[in-house]
């Protein structure tokens, strides 16, 4: 299948500059404040948006290279298959973030709930709708049941 | 910035062969069912996925080329940056669809509430948590009010 290219739209800016023990999910990042820069040229697509409450970040984890099929995630000392993981390490390095959005000015936007790693470079950013994008109900396969320890745990140096 | 290359792990199949007439999120896809089907090299990396009621599909909008800043959505008359939107042509086109999972055998997965064209190229697979992944209250900008008309409405050939 041919090869898609992307180019960054900006970069998030966070306190987090060391890969270990950095949150492992927006929820357990809670209150942690960061910066969104989006690059001059694309700045008047961010008209409208301080309109949301929560906005999704999509994003490229650039300091993970390669993969594994199975891996150990933070929150399990079980292999899984790598989709049903978040791992940073999976054959195409994309992260999603659904984080609260406080202030746009101009072409910086300041939002909360950051567990991404400082100099993360973007790659979209998509309105988050609870009524139209919350899921209730189901199975929650192996994670089920662990989403208050998600809130606490830190990383690892495992997905280098 | 660097450019970001990315390979397809998959392709998506729907009864969606027209951009015209299709839903245009999840909502309102219900019962709408396809096929995910992975690439062989790829398929180990399903394995603990068939837990999860829902998963969350990132995907290639590739059909859509180029892009415009403001858009006028399928939602609305007025234009919006296209940032505020989910509209196919943006910067980076990526897609992102929550959908039900109904099973999952070899490397093909059986998915419902599918909005995408068929053919559509799959980036990644993760799991969707509704614990951590649900967000509550907040506005929702200029589609606040607007999840159940998002429900039936369907696209046209504007984001050709």
Known sequence: MDQIVFKPIGIIHTPFTNREG?????????????????APEFAAGL?????FSYIMLIYHFHLSS?????VVPFMDDTPRGVFA??????????GVSVVKLLKVEGNV???????????????DIKPF?????????GSSGWLSGKAMKMRTK?????FR
Chains 1, 2 share one sequence.
């Open 22 to 38: 950095m949150p492992i999910q927006p929820s357990g990042a809670e209150g942690v404040r960061g910066t969104v820069e989006i």
């Open 109 to 123: 936007l300041e939002v909360e709930d950051l567990d991404v790693i400082d100099g993360t470079p973007l790659l």
């Open 47 to 51: 008209k409208d948006l301080d309109g």
């Open 154 to 158: 830190k990383s690892d140096g495992r």
């Open 129 to 137: 709708v609870p009524d139209i994008d919350n899921r209730e109900g």
């Open 85 to 94: 993981t978040r791992a940073p390490k999976r054959p195409n390095g994309i």
């Open 66 to 70: 390669g993969y594994e099929l199975e």
